[in-house]
C-alpha cells in the first residue's frame, strides 16, 4: 500500500486529455513540493515534473503539473502513442522521514 | 552528460547478501547525494536511503535500516548499495538516481540509472 494514492489505470485516444491524480496527506504532500515520474518500464525512470509544475528540458508542453492542498495532478493534452507509460507522483514525507511514491498509473493510448 | 550505470544483474540465494554499484559520470561526484530505490515485479517504486558521496554519511528507509549499507568509493565516482539476509520479497529492479536538492520542497531524482535485476529464488 503506497503512502500516495493514485488511480492504477488511465487511458485515452490519441489527441485527447487525460488526468492522473495523486493524493496524500498533511505530512508530504501538504508539506512538500510534488515530483512526477515516466517510466518505460525496462528502461531507467525519467523526470517529467519537479516542484509541482517545472518541466526539465525536453518535456513537451502538452505536459502541465499542478498542486493543491495535499493533492496533485498530471495532465496530458494532446495524447500521443509514445506517451504511454507508467507515471508516478513523489514527494518528501515528514512522518516517515523519507521519499513516498504513488502507486503508479499505467497510461494506455486507445 | 550526466550518468549513472549500474552494474548487471544478480541471483542469489534466500539468505544471502546482494552487492550493487552505480557508477556516476559527467558531474562532481561529491556535490550530489545518491538515491536508492527498488521496483518489485508489478509493483511502484519503494525509497531505500541514500548517501552523501561528500563524507558518506546515510540516511535509511526505516524498513531497511537493518539490512542495507550504502557506502562510496570518491575515487572511482562510484556508490554501492548491500542488502543483506535476502528473501524471494528482494526480488526487484533496484535503481540508484541522483537527488537535486530542493530547499523549498521535495528534493527530486535526476537521472536514473538504468537498474540492476536482483532474483532471489533457491
Known amino acids: 500500500q503506497s503512502v500516495l494514492t493514485q488511480p492504477p489505470s488511465a487511458s485515452g485516444t490519441p489527441g485527447q486529455r487525460v488526468t492522473i491524480s495523486c493524493s496524500g496527506s498533511s505530512s508530504n504532500i501538504g508539506s512538500y513540493t510534488v515530483n512526477w515520474y515516466q517510466h518505460v518500464p525496462g528502461t531507467a525512470p525519467k523526470l517529467l515534473f519537479y516542484?509541482?509544475?517545472q518541466r526539465p528540458s525536453g518535456v513537451p508542453d502538452r505536459f502541465s503539473g499542478s498542486k493543491s492542498g495535499t493533492s496533485a495532478s498530471l495532465a496530458i493534452s494532446g495524447l500521443q502513442s509514445e506517451d504511454e507509460a507508467d507515471y508516478y507522483c513523489a514527494t518528501w514525507d515528514d512522518s516517515l522521514n523519507g521519499q513516498v511514491f504513488g502507486g503508479g498509473t499505467k497510461l494506455t493510448v486507445l | 552528460q550526466v550518468q549513472l550505470v549500474q552494474s548487471g544483474a544478480e541471483v542469489k540465494k534466500p539468505g544471502a547478501s546482494v552487492k550493487v554499484s552505480c557508477k556516476a559520470s559527467?558531474?562532481?561526484?561529491?556535490?550530489?547525494?545518491i538515491n536508492w530505490v527498488r521496483q518489485a515485479p508489478g509493483q511502484g517504486f519503494e525509497w531505500m536511503g541514500r548517501i552523501n558521496p561528500s563524507g558518506a554519511s546515510t540516511t535509511y528507509a526505516q524498513k531497511f535500516r537493518d539490512r542495507v549499507t550504502m557506502t562510496r568509493d570518491a575515487s572511482t565516482s562510484t556508490v554501492y548499495m548491500e542488502l543483506d539476509s535476502l528473501t524471494s520479497d528482494d526480488t526487484a529492479v533496484y535503481y540508484c538516481?541522483?537527488?537535486?536538492?530542493?530547499?523549498?520542497?521535495?528534493?527530486?531524482?535526476?537521472?536514473w540509472g538504468q537498474g540492476t535485476l536482483v532474483t532471489v529464488s533457491s
Open positions: 516542484s509541482n509544475d
Open positions: 559527467g558531474y562532481t561526484f561529491t556535490s550530489y547525494q
Open positions: 538516481a541522483r537527488d537535486i536538492p530542493n530547499y523549498y520542497g521535495s528534493n527530486w531524482f535526476d537521472p
